[in-house]
């Protein structure tokens, strides 16, 4: 019997939607959202490649960027939450019509940016988040049996990040303003997935070491987490602020040691069951820190640097939270802790392409070149993931 990687109440193999029904899939959204997100992301990278081998006619950058992080990194936090939120409060699963409303709007956003239509990317995006915030807190507020762990409150204020990013995006005034840009991209490139990761993270990766879930199991351990939840979510927002606004340094530090400093205090770094899978959550964790730590010293180059927190951190985090989702729903849970070859290649895969990606900012020479390189690297180890899981994807605990 496998369980949820945030959901407490054990499953039954004789109950839910049958397999080929859409209330299936609408009940379980992360099926359709990490495959697509996977999928988003192979096209993301290889847009660097064809426009070095001139094959595409504009420069990727934005494109890039938005496509990796809305398209990407938002289906990753819809498909995750779209499927633990309703499970954490006991309350119903989305529907039908909500899963396509939501898919739909994804969809849209990648297209649109990859047609260079940012506006309505970015009004896409909200509109997603904007519909997955509703149909969470509508649950939580009228059909919630117990309430959702306080840690969840850093995964609304990665959806609140995200939102406004976008929004400030949207308004031409932000162009024309530097801090007000620098504002923007924060929030939507660290926002959106940082805090999220943060307060899922100290939920989910006990379980993910072999111990248990990390929710509280006293009204005095609640309030203490909400309490802490609510500063890191203060601090990670006033960093943004602070570097926005000329104190780089003080809010990369901040953000470093709130981040650390949370993680260090709410999960137990004890390891009751080892594999390869938890030995890159580890390598995940310490290259995305890494990333924020450096990136102050040579801010000139700071988006070379911050690939080491955006694809070592952030993209292989979400890989592999999404596996151990995808081993535990497809009655593998034990296959999570495997030591696997396998993984251990996608995770070496994972941390060259942040380290090549990084390169630049200390051999400016390489720039193109390691450009191509670790986007066909990060292709690379998408498709094998997404190779990798492909009967998880599809296959129900309990099914042969």
């Known amino acids: 019997m496998s369980q949820f990687p945030a959901c407490k109440h054990k499953k039954h193999k004789a109950r839910g939607p049958r397999r080929h029904g859409l209330r299936w899939l609408a009940a379980e959204p992360y099926r359709v959202f990490f495959f697509s997100g996977a999928v988003w992301s192979i096209i993301g990278a290889a847009l660097w490649p064809l426009f070095y081998a001139r094959m ?6 934005f494109v890039h960027a938005r496509i990796m992080i809305e398209a990407f ?26 899963l396509y409303w939501l898919f739909a709007l994804h969809q849209a956003c990648g297209v649109s940016h990859l047609t260079l239509h940012f506006a309505w990317g970015d009004g896409f995006f909200i509109a997603l988040l904007v519909s997955l915030v509703l149909c969470l807190v509508i649950r939580v507020a009228r059909f919630r049996k117990e309430m959702p762990p ?32 620098r504002l923007a991209n924060l929030l939507l490139y660290q926002g959106l997935l940082l805090p999220p990761v943060l307060g899922i993270g100290s939920f989910v990766f006990p379980r993910m070491l072999g111990g248990d879930f990390g929710d509280p199991k006293t009204a005095a351990q609640s309030k203490a987490k909400l309490l802490r939840a609510i500063a890191v979510a203060a601090l990670l927002v006033g960093s943004f602020f602070l570097e926005a606004h000329g104190g780089v340094a003080t809010g990369h530090s901040v953000r470093a040691i709130a981040a650390a400093g949370y993680l260090l205090i709410e999960v137990t770094w004890q390891t009751r069951q080892s594999g390869s899978l938890t030995t890159g959550l580890f390598w995940a964790l310490a290259t995305g820190w890494l990333g924020i730590v450096l ?14 927190l955006y694809i070592g951190g952030f993209g292989m985090l979400m890989l592999i939270v999404g596996s151990r989702v995808l081993f535990g729903h497809s009655g593998d849970l034990e296959g999570f802790f495997a030591k696997s070859k396998w993984a251990r290649f996608l995770i070496f895969l994972g941390i060259l392409a942040a380290t090549t990606r990084a390169t630049p900012a200390w051999v400016p020479s390489t720039t193109i070149s390691h450009h191509i390189y670790a986007a066909w690297t990060w292709g690379l180890l998408a498709l094998l993931w997404l190779l990798w899981h492909r009967r998880r994807f599809v296959q129900r605990d309990g099914e042969p």
């Open 150 to 181: 306080p840690q969840m409150l850093l995964a609304l204020t990665g959806l609140a990040c995200g939102i406004a990013g976008a929004a400030m995006h949207l308004s031409p005034a932000t162009l024309m303003d530097p801090q007000r840009l």
């Open 73 to 98: 990194g938002g289906a990753f936090v819809v498909g995750f939450l779209g499927t633990a939120g309703p499970r954490m409060a006991t309350a119903p699963k989305l529907t039908p019509a909500e």
């Open 295 to 308: 990136a102050p010293f040579y801010y000139l180059q700071h988006v070379s640097i911050e690939h080491l």
């Open 56 to 61: 595409l006619g504009f420069y990727p950058g």
